[in-house]
């Protein structure tokens, strides 16, 4: 099956700063890999998502890239705000021909923004 | 528009007691509906997933049972919680297999 490694698992960035996660999948046929933010005591929100077909997304302050020869792909979070502090996992679902599958997530990283 | 919810929002309860965990979805029909498990400081683990009223899938063993009575009910169920039960619960749809998960707000459990 999947396994989706996380890194790192705590960042501290300044405000204002940017910050990178970043995340490697195993299977060769994952083809859709979702961001999500999750705040303390809440479900996961999706933040932004990137497909197999498509190298790099971006959404105002947040971008994903995929490079799928290497097998990973990374968030990229610029102007940081306190805001954006929260926990972040990636996930990387494989396609099974229909099959209901559900994601495999990192550990997340707990993004810390420093005023 | 659609909206996912569970509860109760927090639970307490005694080891070998009963577990019924809920999670309904609003606004859409056939959802595909998935549970997960969130323990302290790891990342989230599927346990079930639903295509249709009856279908349930289970990814890994363990003490847990699903049930999909309705379109959009989904329980997660124990005869008898242990310990190692204790974690946050999210529930999630999506539209199709292959399409985006959306969860819920989640619940959490604590076993003593």
């Known amino acids: 099956g999947e396994n989706v490694e996380q890194h790192p698992s705590t960042l501290s960035v300044q405000e204002g700063d940017s910050a990178v996660i970043k995340c490697t999948y195993s299977?060769?046929?994952?083809?859709?890999f979702p961001w999500y933010k999750q705040e303390l005591g809440k479900g996961p929100q999706l933040i932004i998502d990137?497909?197999?077909?498509?190298g790099e997304k971006k959404d105002q302050r947040i971008a994903v890239t995929l490079n799928k020869t290497a097998k990973h792909f990374s968030l990229h979070i610029t102007e940081t705000q306190p805001e954006d502090s929260a926990v972040y996992f990636c996930?990387?679902?494989?396609?099974?021909?229909?099959?209901?599958?559900?994601?495999?997530f990192g550990k997340g990283t707990h993004l810390i923004i420093q005023p | 528009s659609q909206t996912i919810h569970q509860w109760p929002a927090t639970l307490v309860q005694p080891v070998g007691s009963p577990l019924s965990l809920e999670c309904t979805v609003e606004?859409?029909?056939?959802?595909?509906l998935y549970w997960y498990r969130q323990a302290a400081g790891r990342g989230l683990q599927l346990l079930f997933y639903?295509?249709?009223?009856?279908?349930i899938s289970s990814e890994v063993p363990q003490n847990l049972s699903a049930s999909r009575p309705q379109d959009r009910q989904f329980i997660l169920s124990s005869k008898k919680l242990l310990l190692s039960d204790s974690g946050f619960y999210l529930c999630a749809w999506s539209r199709q297999p292959q399409e985006t998960q959306y969860f819920g707000p989640g619940t959490r459990l604590l076993v003593l």
């Open positions: 990137i497909r197999s077909n498509v």
């Open positions: 996930a990387a679902r494989g396609y099974s021909g229909g099959g209901a599958d559900g994601l495999t």
């Open positions: 639903s295509v249709g009223i009856g279908q």
């Open positions: 299977d060769s046929a994952s083809n859709y």
């Open positions: 606004g859409t029909s056939n959802p595909n």
